[in-house]
């Protein structure tokens, strides 16, 4: 989903800024803390660790609020808070399949007003439960590390008592309670939750937070939790029946509407017969730009858009809202939509501190993993996209296309819970590059978070800057295709025209010092690559260039059949070039190699869809910060 900061969908508790009086903290008191509040509460140490670990990866985030309302180290839940504190954002509008064959759908209006705390479902709210049974005020609990903590402890251990079990010193017998701090409404997404904190303590980990300390869990091996207790908590059981997900899922069935209403008119989507009518090839990234229930009330409007799947922060639950096999209308651009899975993560990119949960990370990964083995989906970052990514469809769409989930999502650990974390593939020199900046430590200046012009609150980045040369002072690269007056890129946090993000590949044009050049929208991109402090990874790949007496070729949003192959009854597409040029002597990372195809879906009723197949074959490439097509008769492959 998620459009600039001026189409955001309403309600974005994350952007309120970092408290000015979160306390800070002494290197090495962060573990002692944890320590302390365990004894305290009577809560196994690793046990507090873990399910602290699952909500923030024991990061306070400066006391900025999560995108549920949740604070400190411990997630502990304030939305009223936060909603009451956060600046509210206007719509955006969108083409709805990304093909220009309707117009502009407006976002269905959520509510307009913040709820009253009552309102608010109890996962929402659990900072005012801490503050009953701690005696902190409700302002120390979000500012103060040590008070969150204590506060987190606190409710663990009320968990436990409420379940009429002992404050054990065995880890063991702590899984029903960690199940209902998740919050969750259900058994399976409770059971899910409390299953990733035994698998945090069973594995370790270890780390340095966002206030500089290395806080470490020991691993224990060995440990076996009591997961029936989970039966005891009175939970619901969601819908899972027609849902497509792995085990380690908790799944839950709320579909999206396929109707008709007027004019010929339809939505929210299109029926197909995937993978067998044709290939999927995308998993595309997305954040949500709205909470959770607005997010649930869009994909039910079937006047607005649909995608997949949406993943909830606080506690990792998934909804399936399509069929795998239908089409989702979620990407802008229409090639990728018939051939990719939508996954809409509910979180806001124009706030820094708009952290999402370790929870939502982890369903997020475990359900990539299953589509990947389920179609065949290399898990690179040529097909495992961020909406930002997706290439405009022709010129005049390019600047209306989505930035999310935008430079605060952190690439590199979710390919690491993906089971292929970026390392170096190649000796130093090598003609590729995977960017790859250490997120936490790598802080570039974004602006127009909350204001046009002013300065972002300073975060870590996934994301490098680019440069016309090997200095920090030189002009930031030309993105054409967003300036067509020729003006220059910006520092603003929702312009992709001088940005490429981890696990992108680019091949190397040249060296110099400190500095790496990368080939990048037809011309040389510099970004600051320091040896010590390396922003990039050295690589093997594919790559490609132009075909020997060719000067320039053209380069493409889609990849579209030649007219020829279009039979009587479907409207020949035109295949349209992007004002970009991929010009002789540059290279570039090919992604894949694919037909041209167009699936043609004109109406509700599907018997005259059809898949058009043409003998025009293209590559992609990662051209800019957004991939593109080129012809594969118009240039040479080679490894690099």
């Known amino acids: 989903m998620g459009a600039a900061a001026s189409a955001a969908l309403l309600l974005p508790l994350l952007s309120a800024a970092p408290s000015a009086t979160a306390e800070p903290v002494e290197l090495g008191s962060l573990q002692r803390q944890f320590a302390e509040a365990a004894q305290r509460q009577g809560v196994p140490h690793n046990v507090l660790l873990a399910v602290s670990y699952l909500q923030s990866r024991w990061d306070a985030h400066g006391g900025a609020p999560s995108v549920t309302g949740g604070y400190g180290p411990m997630h502990l839940t304030d939305a009223a808070t936060a909603l009451a504190e956060a600046p509210h954002h206007s719509h955006g509008e969108e083409d709805a399949r990304g093909d220009g064959s309707r117009g502009p759908r407006a976002a269905s209006e959520p509510r307009t007003a913040p709820p009253a705390p009552a309102q608010l479902p109890e996962r929402l709210r659990t900072l005012d439960r801490a503050a009953a049974l701690t005696g902190i005020p409700a302002r120390e609990l979000?500012?103060?590390?040590?008070?969150?903590?204590?506060?987190?402890?606190?409710?663990?251990?009320a968990a436990q008592r409420a379940s009429g079990r002992p404050l054990s010193a065995d880890p063991a017998d702590w899984f029903g309670a960690v199940a209902r701090y998740s919050g969750a409404d259900d058994t399976a997404t409770a059971t899910t939750y409390a299953n990733d904190v035994f698998d945090v303590i069973r594995s370790g980990e270890s780390r340095r937070t966002d206030s500089g300390q290395v806080v470490t869990l020991a691993a224990d091996t060995d440990l076996v939790p009591e997961t029936g207790q989970v039966t005891s908590l009175g939970l619901r059981t969601a819908d899972t029946e027609r849902t497509e997900c792995p085990r380690t899922v908790a799944c839950e069935w709320i579909p999206a509407p396929y109707?008709?209403?007027?004019?010929?008119?339809?939505?929210n989507h299109d029926k197909a017969g995937r993978p067998s009518s044709q290939s999927i090839e995308y998993i595309v990234v997305h954040d949500t730009e709205a909470t959770w229930d607005v997010t649930l009330q869009l994909v039910q409007d079937p006047t607005y858009v649909s995608w997949q799947y949406s993943l909830r922060s606080s506690d990792g639950h998934v909804a399936q809202h399509l069929p795998l096999k239908d089409v989702g209308w979620h990407a802008g651009n229409w090639f990728v939509n018939a051939k990719s899975v939508g996954l809409e993560h509910e979180g806001f990119l124009t706030a820094p501190d708009s952290w999402y949960t370790e929870a939502m990370y982890r369903a997020s990964a475990r359900l990539v993993r299953y589509l990947a083995q389920r179609y065949d989906i290399p898990l690179d970052r040529q097909h495992v996209l961020g909406h930002d990514n997706v290439p405009g469809t022709t010129a005049s769409t390019i600047r209306g296309m989505h930035t999310d989930p935008g430079p605060y999502w952190d690439w590199a650990h979710y390919f690491?819970?993906?089971?292929?974390?970026?390392?170096?593939?190649?000796?130093?020199?090598?003609?590729?590059?995977?960017?790859?900046?250490?997120?936490?430590?790598?802080?570039?200046?974004?602006?127009?978070?909350?204001?046009?012009?002013?300065?972002?609150?300073?975060?870590?980045?996934?994301?490098?800057?680019?440069?016309?040369?090997?200095?920090?002072?030189?002009?930031?690269?030309?993105?054409?295709?967003?300036?067509?007056?020729?003006?220059?890129?910006?520092?603003?946090?929702?312009?992709?025209?001088?940005?490429?993000?981890?696990?992108?590949?680019?091949?190397?044009?040249?060296?110099?010092?400190?500095?790496?050049?990368?080939?990048?929208?037809?011309?040389?991109?510099?970004?600051?690559?320091?040896?010590?402090?390396?922003?990039?990874?050295?690589?093997?790949?594919?790559?490609?260039?132009?075909?020997e007496g060719l000067a320039e070729v053209p380069v493409y949003g889609r990849a579209y059949p030649e007219a020829s192959a279009y039979p009587a009854g479907v409207p020949v597409q035109a295949v349209s070039p992007l004002p970009y040029k991929l010009l002789a002597d540059q290279s570039y990372v090919v992604g894949g190699r694919t037909p041209g195809e167009y699936y043609f879906a004109p109406a509700f009723d599907t018997a005259r869809h059809r898949v058009v197949r043409g003998q025009e074959e293209y590559y992609e490439i990662q051209f800019g910060h957004r991939v593109a097509f080129v012809k594969a008769a118009d240039v040479r492959v080679f490894r690099a």
């Open 259 to 267: 109707e008709e209403f007027g004019d010929g008119d339809y939505g």
């Open 416 to 547: 690491r819970l993906l089971g292929r974390p970026f390392t170096p593939t190649a000796g130093p020199d090598a003609g590729v590059v995977t960017i790859r900046p250490e997120y936490t430590a790598h802080r570039p200046v974004y602006t127009g978070c909350t204001k046009a012009g002013e300065a972002c609150a300073p975060h870590g980045s996934g994301a490098v800057r680019l440069h016309t040369a090997p200095d920090a002072d030189a002009p930031l690269v030309k993105d054409v295709g967003l300036r067509p007056d020729g003006q220059d890129s910006t520092t603003g946090v929702d312009d992709t025209g001088a940005r490429a993000s981890t696990g992108q590949q680019y091949a190397v044009a040249e060296r110099r010092g400190d500095w790496t050049a990368i080939w990048y929208l037809g011309q040389k991109a510099w970004f600051h690559d320091p040896k010590g402090r390396r922003t990039a990874v050295d690589s093997r790949g594919l790559v490609l260039t132009l075909k």
């Open 142 to 157: 979000r500012t103060s590390t040590s008070a969150n903590i204590e506060g987190g402890a606190a409710l663990l251990a």
